[in-house]
């Protein structure tokens, strides 16, 4: 099992630039989550996907964040315009069987 | 109030030492309780799972639960140097909503 895959893993972009982050949960996972992380936050849920339908995106910081899930084996998070207070460390995990899984992070850098 | 109050530390212990990392919570609906640990620039990973109150208890790991008081504990025996990272808890109710502590960075030294 190759585990949760997210790209890129570190991205360095300006500000106003567009930022997308891109997920492959584990195969047979039907649920979703996109986290972000930081130190002083610690992990904040940003969305949720149940059999790819967005559940939970009462986290999602505002409209220049927005995320989608075309099917089953793919999900990205758009950030547009970026904000150096977007730097954090973006999370994918995918959940079956009563826990979840995460991938290695995206680290983004909004200067 | 957070829903789940963890310690940030750090934490730093002499290798071989017994180490206590703790969490405390308010919804008294959460069921399931979960340690993740988090090495430098990585992912959180699944340490331990716990269904309900008690103790569960994997190699040097020891997982408590009492749900009495809202509390969970980590142990950990005999720590060592790769034991340093930082440890997360997170819990979760029936539902899919999982709730993490903002974690405690542990550090054991040689």
């Known amino acids: 099992d190759a585990g949760v895959i997210q790209s890129p893993r570190h991205e360095v972009t300006e500000m106003g630039q567009e930022v997308t982050l891109r997920c492959k949960p584990i195969?047979?996972?039907?649920?979703l989550f996109w986290y972000r992380q930081t130190m002083m936050r610690g992990l904040e849920l940003l969305i949720y996907?149940?059999?790819?339908?967005?559940?939970?995106d009462s986290g999602m910081p505002e409209d220049r964040f927005s995320a989608k899930m075309p099917n089953a084996s793919f999900s990205t998070l758009k950030i547009q315009p970026s904000e150096p207070r977007d730097s954090a460390v973006y999370f994918c995990?995918?959940?079956?069987?009563?826990?979840?899984?995460f991938g290695e992070g995206s680290w983004l850098t909004v200067v | 109030q957070k829903e789940v109050e963890q310690d940030p530390g750090p934490l730093s212990v002499p290798e071989g030492a017994i180490v206590s990392l703790n969490c405390t919570y308010s919804?008294?609906?959460?069921?399931?309780f979960m340690w993740y640990r988090q090495y430098s620039r990585k992912g959180p990973e699944l340490l331990m799972y716990?269904?309900?109150?008690g103790n569960k208890e994997d190699g040097r790991f020891t997982a408590q639960v009492d749900k009495s008081s809202k509390y969970i504990s980590l142990f950990i025996r005999d720590s060592q140097p790769s034991d340093s990272a930082t440890y997360l808890c997170?819990?979760?109710?029936?539902?899919?909503?999982?709730?993490f502590g903002t974690g405690t960075s542990l550090t054991v030294i040689p």
């Open positions: 995990a995918s959940y079956r069987g009563n826990t979840i899984y």
């Open positions: 195969s047979g996972h039907n649920s």
């Open positions: 996907f149940n059999n790819n339908v967005p559940i939970d």
């Open positions: 919804n008294s609906a959460f069921q399931y």
């Open positions: 716990t269904y309900s109150s």
């Open positions: 997170a819990m979760r109710t029936t539902g899919n909503q999982f709730y």
